[in-house]
């Protein structure tokens, strides 16, 4: 079992910027989709961004073109946070997927506040 381990989370005012990293200590190959999901106040959590093993991205809808993911080393997955709202504010969660589907591992979590 590999504990994700992310870093970055914080608290910006509307329309700033924030940086999110995800690193999975000892997992160096094997690794397919990395993904980024949230859980904003009142809602389950729902997926915001994936980025293959080529380095193709996907987002969703409500991103808009303002986050960027994308993979560092090896292990680790970044989540760029441009244009804040104030409905950005929620718990985000980074998943990394075997390349296989023979693993699936979440971080605990970074809490991301935007306030107006």
């Known amino acids: 079992q590999v504990q994700l381990e992310e870093s970055g989370g914080g608290t910006v005012q509307a329309g700033e910027s924030l940086s999110l990293s995800c690193v999975a200590p000892?997992?160096?190959?094997?690794?397919?989709?990395m993904k980024w999901w949230r859980q904003v106040p009142g809602k389950e959590r729902e997926w915001v961004a994936t980025i293959g093993r080529g380095g193709g991205a996907k987002y969703a809808d409500f991103v808009r073109d303002r986050f960027t993911i994308s993979r560092g080393a090896k292990n680790r997955v970044n989540l760029q946070l441009h244009f804040t709202e104030v409905g950005d504010t929620g718990i985000y969660y980074c998943?990394?997927?075997?390349?296989?589907?023979?693993?699936?591992?979440w971080g605990p979590g970074t809490q991301v506040t935007v306030t107006a």
């Open positions: 998943n990394i997927i075997g390349a296989f589907n023979e693993y699936n591992y």
């Open positions: 000892g997992l160096y190959s094997g690794i397919g989709d």
